[in-house]
């Protein structure tokens, strides 16, 4: 039996994964050993360099990923915009022995959700991955006979801190509330209430709504109610 098909063998598909990127073999060794205490809860696979996380992001849901800075080939922060943009439902967690707070400003900006500088307790690490994959995935729909307006209506009044994918027609946004409040929303090239209101003027899609997630830069500041009444105005206009 091939290393492949013995890895596929040993995933549970029930258990969360958790994959942890660094070009040092020994770390990335004895951070897997010391958290195969929690193999009840979620899987630990490994990969030692970028090219190798995004094969094994390709071949399996992985709900965290836990990524170095420095690699030889793809560097971390690199890595986590590649993962925002092509597996936006996985969480990233940062890790660096060379931290400062532009590194830490720049990881978090990316997309990263914790940031840490080694050495690092082990114990720390777990509880920061036990919080995060206990978090709820959310849930997918698409939007048709539906409008968009109802759906972030209902996240609003709901006060949910969630990232809302929307897909429409090979086009991808992303709309972040946090605590039921819209703060930030991106399309391509467009930021902030520029792509929400492009967003919002879709009229069928599919969405994905990611619990929990939050974004590294707040770029709306107005009222949820207001923001929707506006977009609303804006594609009867558009009619």
């Given amino acids: 039996m091939d290393v492949d098909a013995w890895e596929n063998l040993m995933m549970d598909k029930n258990l969360k994964k958790v994959l942890i990127v660094d070009d040092e073999e020994t770390l990335t060794w004895s951070m897997a050993k010391s958290l195969s205490k929690d193999r009840d809860k979620y899987e630990v696979i490994i990969a030692n360099n970028g090219k190798e996380a995004l094969n094994q992001l390709n071949k399996h849901d992985i709900d965290l ?9 793809i560097n971390g922060l690199d890595l986590l915009v590649r993962v925002k943009k092509e597996f936006p439902q996985t969480k990233v967690i940062i890790m660096t022995a060379y931290g400062s707070s532009d590194v830490q400003k720049e990881a978090n900006r990316r997309g990263s959700l914790f940031y840490m500088e080694k050495p690092f307790e082990i114990n720390d690490i777990r509880k920061v991955i036990i919080d995060l994959i206990g978090k709820k995935k959310g ?12 759906v972030i209506q209902m996240n609003c009044l709901s006060h949910l801190t969630t990232a809302l994918t929307v897909i429409n027609n090979g086009e991808k946004g992303i709309i972040y ?12 090239n467009q930021k902030g209430t520029e792509a929400f209101y492009y967003i919002m003027s879709w009229q069928e899609g599919e969405f994905m709504s990611n619990v929990g997630v939050i974004p590294s830069m707040q770029t709306i500041f107005q009222n949820w109610e207001h923001l929707l009444v506006e977009a609303m105005r804006k594609n009867d206009e558009k009619v």
């Fill in 139 to 150: 849930f997918r729909g698409k939007v048709v006979g539906l409008q968009l307006t109802d």
């Fill in 65 to 73: 990923l836990i990524s170095d800075i420095r690699m030889p080939d």
């Fill in 177 to 188: 509330l946090n605590e039921g409040e819209i703060i930030h929303a991106e399309c391509g």
